[in-house]
C-alpha cells in the first residue's frame, strides 16, 4: 500500500513523542519529514526506543529548517505534485473530520512546547483542529497526529460514490 500522504514534524521536542510517530508513520505506510532543529539528538535513545525497529520502515526525509523544507515542498510542486500544507493546530479553523485531504498532502504537527510559529501558520495551505472538552488545551502531538493521519487514511482508502 502506497500512498503520498506524508507527517512533517515541525522542530520537535520530546524524542518519545516523535519516535511514536514516526513508529505510527512505519505502520500505516506514511513517509515522514523531521524539520529541524530538533530539542534531541535524533540519536537520543528515548527516541530509538519508542521508534523501535519501525524507525528503519519509514521514509524519513530530514530537513535542516523551515526554510530547507518549503524549498523542497516548493520542488515537490514543481514536479507536479500538489503538497498541501494541512497544519494540525489547537487554532484550526476546520474539525479535522470535515477536511477533505488529498493523497499527497503534508500533515504537519507543530512543537510540543510552543506549536507553530506564526510563518508556518501562515504558508499551510489548511489549519485543522482536533476538538476537544472545554477548559482543556489539547491532545498529546503523537495522538493528535495518528487521529488525523487515521481520519485521512479512512477518506483515501474510501470507496468514491457514483451517482446513477
Known amino acids: 500500500m502506497t500512498r503520498q500522504l506524508r507527517l ?16 505510527t508513520c512505519a505502520c500505516l505506510d506514511v513517509a515522514a519529514d523531521i ?22 520502515a519509514v521514509p524519513i526525509e530530514r530537513h535542516m529548517s523551515w526554510r ?9 510542486r514543481d514536479a507536479g505534485g500538489r503538497r498541501r500544507l494541512v ?10 473530520t470535515d477536511f477533505r485531504f488529498a493523497p499527497d498532502d503534508i500533515l504537519m504537527v507543530g512543537r510540543e512546547s510552543a506549536g507553530a510559529p506564526p ?29 488525523a493521519l487515521g481520519e485521512a487514511i479512512r477518506q483515501l482508502s474510501a470507496p468514491v460514490s457514483r451517482s446513477a
Open 87 to 96: 497544519l494540525l493546530t489547537t487554532s484550526g479553523a476546520e474539525p479535522y
Open 119 to 147: 510563518d508556518v501558520h501562515s504558508a499551510a495551505d489548511a489549519r485543522i483542529v482536533i476538538p476537544v472538552r472545554d477548559g482543556l488545551r489539547s491532545l498529546n502531538v503523537a495522538i493528535a497526529a495518528a487521529m
Open 8 to 23: 512533517a514534524l515541525y522542530q520537535p521536542d520530546i524524542p518519545q513523542n516523535c519516535g511514536t510517530m514516526l513508529r
Open 35 to 56: 524539520i529541524e532543529p530538533a530539542g534531541f539528538p535524533v540519536s537520543d535513545r528515548h527516541f530509538r526506543r519508542a521508534g523501535m525497529d519501525y524507525l528503519d
Open 68 to 76: 530547507a523544507f518549503e524549498e523542497w515542498r516548493q520542488r515537490q
